[in-house]
């Protein structure tokens, strides 16, 4: 039973890391219907942002995350208004664009910072670990996971309580009817994609003393991070959460049943199943599209 | 219509003297030169793959190299046992497997080879499509679907070391002997082998698009619902067209495996998946003719400017692609296509449009 107990908390763990990923990719997939491949990539710049604040400013991870979410959620808005904006219209082009974004920012990486793995401290205060009979959990992990619930709360209230959400919700129902009641389609979107993108920035920044941070460090959970998006249900941020958890959980919890390479064949093979029985996603928002 | 039987006859032509005539004379018949641009061909093939799926009805496969590496693999376990002899393949030695598998057993024979390697990638296309389209399923989601099958798939084949050489893939292969001629890869007439393979997939390519098969494929990729009231069976013909896509990329995996004598799970990558689509995009995606050029194009600057730029290359990579699927969505076939039409419409008589919702017609069918 302790390594079941161990890797539902290691599931746990995967599953905020996930979730973070996600809710930006979830804002930008589930506003726009972009399907962001660079996203990884912004996950990437976010954790060599915090390796750079950290070696030239001295800031610690906790201190750099409000410059790192600045920095890449800036990047994001730039890239929005110079490449996504024009491919609104042809979504399946902004795959393949934003895989070349990818293409570009990972290599400008490499040959701007070189290809070894670079290293982040994690923070002192959250070095140690809390023991509860023989379940070990890494104090830092907690952080992660608590913080994974502060941004989802967040991004709630975002969307739900302040203005810019409720422009947002507009925009996601019908696009052309807010535009006449005079919502800024376009500024929404580019907002909205800085957002997701500083999300992944955030999400990197967390992950760089747990990861070995490189280049290519963003490819794989990109791909997770969009299985659970599609879970999930398009622009359903509980959807998201809930799909975020199971994604990690079952992932972890395979590992120890089958082994794991056999254990992410199974949860790939799952997602396919539902996307055809449930191209909606498990959790569908009723958003008029 | 796609363009004009004609053109495209005439396009192949040229395509196919430079390739047969023009290239082996410019490298003065020498065979080392010719195995690289055998190695382009055969990427060509799997290009022009795509291109009948996802250029002509509308399907983009992120999973094109899943079945690019069964062919690949068909071909080298083939090899393998050739080289091994009587033996134990050498790696399943080191993998404590002690018998050869039930798996491999077939792989003795080169017909069953040659068959399993169009088959097989055919069989497990048709059944992701028919898994796919039944369910209507399209655009965003095919992409996903397919990509996350890649992804399974890949792990599989490195999972399973001893049955398929796990990370490595398998390597020392001996020579293929085909009709009782022993396949040197760095003499010219294998070259020519390659080149014809090329061409006659070609030529299959292009008689799909100009049948009426093509057209109603066509029909679909521009809107399904239509053509689905018209009464055709959309799911059957995507069925159709998957297969074919999917057997022609295994036999470019088949000569794949021949040039570079190694199948390596490198193959079945999602980079090198999402390769295939840039090569086929650059090239135009609409034409087979035009994907097969993007693809010998762009492997031909990655041969030439790699060497130049190291680190710098796959930048320039991206950027190209970015700037092609931003501006050029139909490629450099689209920009000829477009060239031409003002040429004819400045000068001579004005041309009647052949079909007003061709200008368009790709990016209204992506709205879905």
């Known amino acids: ?289 | 219509m796609n363009s004009k039987l004609s053109y495209d006859i005439i396009g192949l032509g040229l395509f196919a003297a430079v390739v047969l005539f023009g290239v082996p004379a410019f490298f003065g018949y020498d065979g080392y030169e010719l195995n690289t641009f055998a190695r382009y061909l055969s990427l060509a093939i799997v290009s022009m793959a795509l291109a009948l799926s996802w250029g002509t009805a509308g399907l983009l496969n992120l999973g094109q190299a899943a079945t690019f590496g069964m062919g690949s693999y068909a071909m080298a376990m083939h090899l393998k046992l050739k080289a091994s002899g009587d033996n134990l393949p050498d790696f399943m030695g080191w993998n404590n497997v002690d018998t050869l598998p039930t798996l491999w057993l077939p792989f003795h024979s080169l017909t069953f080879t040659l068959l399993a390697g169009l088959l097989i990638p055919a069989a497990v296309g048709g059944l992701i499509a028919i898994f796919m389209f039944r369910a209507r399923i399209a655009g965003v989601f095919v992409a996903v679907i397919t990509l996350a099958f890649l992804v399974a798939f890949q792990l599989l084949v490195v999972e399973q070391q001893g049955f398929t050489g796990g990370q490595n893939g398998l390597t020392g292969l001996a020579q293929l002997t085909l009709f009782g001629w022993t396949i040197d890869i760095y003499s010219v007439s294998f070259y020519y082998l390659v080149g014809i393979c090329l061409m006659v997939a070609l030529t299959f390519g292009l008689y799909l698009t100009h049948s009426k098969f093509g057209l109603i494929l066509r029909a679909i990729r521009d809107d399904v619902e239509r053509t689905r009231y018209f009464g055709y069976n959309v799911a059957t013909y995507q069925t159709v067209i998957f297969c074919i896509s999917a057997a022609l990329a295994g036999w470019a995996g088949m000569l794949y495996a021949l040039v570079l004598e190694f199948a390596s799970p490198t193959y079945m990558s999602v980079s090198f998946s999402l390769a295939i689509v840039i090569w086929c995009a650059v090239g135009g995606r609409e034409s087979v003719l035009a994907a097969a050029m993007g693809a010998i194009l762009v492997n031909l600057a990655e041969g030439r400017l790699s060497d130049v730029f190291v680190e710098g290359w796959h930048m320039m990579l991206g950027l190209m692609f970015l700037l092609v699927v931003m501006f050029m969505p139909r490629g450099i076939y689209g920009v000829i296509v477009d060239a031409g039409r003002a040429l004819r419409r400045r000068g001579g008589p004005a041309e009647p449009v052949e079909d007003p919702s061709y200008d368009n017609s790709l990016s209204r069918k992506q709205e879905s």
């Open chain 1, 1 to 289: 039973m302790d390594v079941v107990f161990n890797q539902i908390f290691a599931g746990v763990s995967f599953a905020s890391i996930l979730l973070i990923i996600a809710l930006g990719l979830a804002i930008i997939y589930g506003t726009m219907g972009v399907i962001n491949l660079a996203h990884g990539e912004f996950v990437m710049l976010g954790a060599y942002a915090t390796w750079a604040l950290q070696t030239y400013a001295g800031l610690g991870v906790v201190t750099a995350l409000p410059l790192v979410f600045l920095a890449v959620a800036a990047a994001g808005w730039v890239i929005e208004k110079v490449i996504v904006q024009r491919l609104y219209t042809r979504p399946l082009d902004t795959i393949l664009a934003t895989w070349g974004i990818g293409i570009i920012l990972q290599q400008a990486v490499r040959l701007g910072v070189g290809a070894e793995s670079r290293f982040v401290r994690g923070p002192e205060w959250l070095s140690g670990n809390i023991e509860i009979g023989s379940l070990v959990m890494s104090n830092y992990r907690l952080f992660v996971i608590f913080f994974s619930l502060v941004v989802l709360a967040g991004t709630w209230m975002l969307m739900t309580r302040t203005e810019f959400g409720m422009k947002l919700r507009a925009v996601i129902q019908n696009r052309g009817i807010s535009e006449c009641y005079g919502i800024e389609a376009k500024k929404v979107y580019s907002v909205t994609f800085a957002y997701g993108a500083g999300l992944a920035g955030i999400a990197g920044a967390l992950i760089t003393p747990l990861f070995s941070t490189i280049p290519t460090m963003g490819t794989g959970l990109v791909v997770d991070a969009f299985l659970v998006v599609i879970v999930g249900g398009l622009g359903s941020l509980m959807g998201t959460a809930a799909a975020a958890l199971l994604i990690g959980e079952v992932t972890a919890l395979f590992s120890i049943v089958i082994n794991d390479t056999l254990g992410r064949i199974a949860v790939l093979a799952g997602i396919i199943l539902l996307i055809r029985y449930r191209p909606r996603g498990l959790f569908p928002a009723d958003t008029r599209r």
